[in-house]
Structures are given as C-alpha cells and as structure tokens.
C-alpha cells in the first residue's frame, strides 16, 4: 500500500537531513506507529505520504514515494485526498467550515458525492466518535479534544484507504482516547484500512500496534515489531521502564501482560504495610475561586465552582474533554471574565491585571503556545523575553536549552514542531519567574525525555495544570482536581484520587494494583528498602 524507497529529505535553508536514505513498505490493513523524540522528524515522514511534503512546504526530496501505486513525485495532495487521510497535529489549522456538521460534510461535497451518501456516512460517523451531541456546535466553542475527534471525523467521513494521524489523541481524556484507538483497530482487522500515526503517548497505542517505525536523532530509522523496538529504546512507555527496571526477560505491552509477569514479585510486596506520604500544603493562599460561574453566549460552562490553592502546590484540573478545564484557567489568568462569583490572585483581580504586573504574578501556556510566540526566529523570541522580563541576556534561552536542547536559534518559530513550539513558550514565560504558572495540556508533542524535562522545571513552583496525562500527574502533581459538567467532583492528593479512579490510574498503578504506588519509581524504591 505504501513503499518507501531511499527516500531523503531536506528542508530549505537547513544544513541536516530530516530523514535519510529511509526505506519500507507497509501493508494493506497495517497499523504502524512512528515514534521518536521531539523534533526528530515523524510529522514530515507522515506528510511526505500524501505529498505535502514536500510540494507544500518545500524541500528537496530524494528517492521515490509509492501510495497504491501512485507516486507522490507525479501528483499533489489533492489528487490523493479519495485515498489518504491525514489529521494533523492542530486540528483547528485544517478545519474550513464554522459548525460540526458542516466541517463534516465539506471534504464530500469537493469530492461531489451525492447528498443521500453524504448524509449517511456524516451520521454514521458522529456516532462512532461520540459527536451526536456536537453537531450544530460552532468549532470554536469546543474544547481541544472534542476538535481533536472532529478531525478525526472529517478523515473517516472520506472512506480513505489510508489514514494518516499526527498525534490523535494529545488533547483527549484517556477515556476519548482508548475509544478512539479501539475504532481504528476495529476499521484495520474490520474493513483492512491502513492506518499510520505518529505519538508520543505510547502507552495508549503499544498495544494496538503492528509494527514501529523509530526514528532516532540522527534522522536513522528502525522499523520492526513493538517487542523488537522497546526492548532496548531509550523511549519507551512506564510499563516498559517497570520491566527493564524488574529485570524481567521481556518487555510487557499491556497491563494484563505485565501483571501475569509480576504476579509472585506482586505477592511478596503484598506483605509490606503502606506507607503514604503527607502531600497537603503549607503555604499561605495563593489563588481563591468562590462561587465562579462562566459561560460562552448562552452556555454556561462552570457553575458555582470554588477552591483555593496554596503556595507550593502543584494542582492537576483532570475531567473528561469539555468539562470546563480550559474555561477555569482562563478565569484564573483573568482571559474571561466571570458571570458571577470571583477569581483572586494573590489577593488581586487577574482581569484588573496588565503587562508586567500580570507576567510577573501569574504565566500562562494556552493549547495552542504559538499563540504567545510572535519573533521571526527563536534568537529573536528568547532576546525579547529577556527584555521584557527584565533580566539578564540568556536567560530564556538558556531554560530552552534545558527542557529541549538542540533548537536551532536561526529557526522560525512557525518552522518548529508543536513540541518544540510548547518548550520555547514554555521558556519565555518562566523566564518571567511568575508567582503562579498556568498550563493547559503543557505535555502535547513532548516526548518522556522533554516530558521529564518540565518535571524538573516545574518542581518547587506553585502550578496549575489542565490534562489528560495521568503519567504527567502521577510524576509531579501534589493534588488533584476533578471536574465533570463544569462542577468538582473530587479534590485530594494524587494518590488518593488517581487509585480511586481506574480510567485515570496511571499504567504503573495497574500494573501493581492494589499496592499504592504511582511510578516506577515508587516501585524501585519499596524493592530496595524492603527486598
């Protein structure tokens, strides 16, 4: 269905190859996962399939690029739009139309199929993504992950034979996403669709997975089965870190199959009594919300919501897409105003808030961190941020080098990957060294190194954080919030809410259920103490 032979690619003004002398071929009814680390290259290997690269982007392109016998070189993208999907990383870049239904339906009418066909597949997939509900919806008012699924819905509308997706479930809940990955891997065995995708959150799609496609640092791939790749890959997903540090003689992908693994070692811990440490705060308060109510036109998104923060916490806001995670870090960051109650800051209004006064006390990262980025190259952005934070030359650039080294300072912001893009927002906002720091879906194109990274920075920092990583909240978070329909529904210490919740529970906590441990840290650190 797809070859690729010795191809090499070079974008213009660079002086590396983004990928070299590549060659494999993949199957009809094939499902494949690109891996590697931030910036490595896999969202132009999964663009160069249907020719978007490089006639879009530019480029020079060697070897040849065969999809169901097409060549790549001979047509553009549009002429490949019946056979492959592509969902990319920003759904909101690929979106045409205003509402739900309309998005839906678009790719068809450019295509000119027959209203009576439109209309059926347009139902049939707003009921396998679970999107019913959305259909007369602006897309602008929807959440991150609900448009992540709109995407994705505009691709199967199509009936491609290949569907190509970049990041698919980055802004879903782990509910969304284990959905959404069981419909592909429904469609691959069902109807011998060919689907490839690109994710960093592999412990969601190991388990589904044919083959891998790994490319390393030095624009080198290795492509061979999930148990070849993970054996000995320096990325690799919690329940494989678990098994290497276990020195187990295989590596797990699943939890079923790391807790038949595990079962006698589980046994003998079993004996060991909890102990649980005392995470509650000590600070002063930092950020009160009482009695908010926010809203979009008619909608009102948080009812009645209130909650205090302390100096020192670091709070994870969890729920499933479009519970209102976004709505109240916007209303803490003073983005909106409230219908009724309030939002303090440090004892201040953030809405009253402005320049250097509101960097100096709250920073903020949005889903989309291209938002705050706005110099013609990364030199430019980390000298402004210098600048307008008051200190000394180098410092911003200095904590990107930090969270994700080797960007180059030459590059243009809109050049860099959506991960890299999030390190470089990242970086001029703590340069500020605001009293409060703001994320929302901070981990979205990062891989666990870059991912452990922003640990490191955001230790020791007062944080609030919206998202759907349960791995992210198991390494760093203090405490835990959950909302549901704009309401909470449960605040406590990570522990405690995440071991309670097995949606939510990271993999390590399934693996080792019932014992209370999160990472595979807590793991290690119990075997040396007590065996």
């Known amino acids: 269905m797809i070859t690729f032979s010795k191809v090499s690619l070079i974008y213009p003004n660079s002086q ?4 070299e002398d590549l060659s494999f071929s993949v199957r009809e009814g094939e499902f494949v996962l690109v891996m590697g680390s931030t910036g490595s290259g896999k969202s132009s290997l999964l663009r160069l399939i249907n020719g978007l690269v490089p006639h879009h982007t530019g480029g020079i392109l060697a070897g040849e690029i065969l999809v169901n016998g097409i ?80 995407a994705i819905g505009t691709a199967l509308v199509m009936h491609p034979k290949i569907l190509v997706l970049d990041e698919p479930t980055s802004a879903l809940d782990p509910v969304a996403a284990e959905e959404v990955l069981s419909i592909l891997h429904r469609l691959v065995n069902d109807l011998a669709l060919t689907v490839i995708l690109a994710e960093h959150k592999l412990e969601r799609v ?3 997975v044919d083959r891998i496609i790994h490319i390393d640092a030095d624009s080198e791939a290795r492509i061979g089965t999930p148990e070849e790749i993970l ?47 005392d995470s509650s705060a000590s600070g002063s308060e930092l950020v009160v919300l009482n009695k908010l109510s926010c809203g979009y036109g008619s ?23 479009g519970a209102g995670k976004s709505t109240a870090l916007r209303s803490i960051v003073g983005a909106i105003t409230p219908r009724h109650g309030s939002v303090t800051v440090s004892g201040r209004n953030p809405t009253n808030m402005k320049g250097e006064n509101r960097a100096q006390l709250i920073g903020f990262i949005p889903q989309e961190p291209s938002d705050l980025l ?15 934070n008051k200190v000394a030359p180098g410092t911003t650039q200095a904590l990107l080098a930090a969270l994700l080294p080797g960007i180059s300072p030459h590059t243009h912001p809109r050049d860099l990957s959506e991960g890299q893009r999030l390190s470089l927002a990242l970086s001029v906002v703590l340069s500020a ?21 922003l640990v490191t920075q955001l230790r020791n920092r007062t944080v609030l954080l919206a ?16 909302i549901a329909d704009g309401e909470i529904i449960a605040d406590g210490p990570t522990l405690q809410i995440l071991l309670s919740s097995p949606a939510f529970a990271p993999q390590v906590a399934k693996v080792m259920a019932p014992a209370p441990w999160l990472t595979v840290k807590d793991v290690v650190n119990v075997i040396e103490a007590n065996l």
């Open 231 to 277: 054996k000995d890959s320096l990325i690799a997903p919690p329940i494989v870190h678990l098994a290497r540090a276990l020195d187990l003689p295989v590596v797990g992908l699943s939890v079923r199959q790391m807790r038949r693994m595990t079962e006698p070692l589980r046994s003998r811990l079993s004996k060991l009594p909890d102990v649980i440490e």
């Open 299 to 321: 909608k009102e998104v948080l009812h009645n919501l209130s909650l205090t923060i302390f100096e020192g916490e670091i709070v994870a806001l969890m729920g499933r897409n």
């Open 71 to 150: 060549s790549t070189q001979n047509i553009k993208p549009g002429g490949l739009a019946h056979l492959v999907g592509i969902v990319g990383q920003n759904p909101l870049n690929g979106f045409v139309t205003d509402i739900v239904e309309d998005e839906l339906a678009f790719g068809m009418e450019t295509l000119n199929i027959s209203p009576d066909v439109m209309r059926k597949r347009v139902e049939e997939v707003l009921d396998l993504l679970s999107l019913s509900h959305l259909r007369t919806r602006s897309i602008a008012s929807l959440s991150g992950g609900e448009q992540q699924r709109v």
């Open 467 to 482: 998202t759907h990583d349960v791995e992210l909240v198991a390494e760093v978070a203090t405490r835990v919030i959950f």
């Open 374 to 388: 706005y110099g013609q190259s990364v030199e430019e952005e980390c000298s402004q941020a210098d600048n307008d």
């Open 433 to 453: 060294q605001p009293e409060l720091l703001v994320l929302d879906e901070p981990t979205r194109g990062l891989d666990y190194t870059a991912k452990a990274s």
């Open 206 to 208: 190991i388990q589904f």
């Open 16 to 19: 590396n190859t983004v990928i």
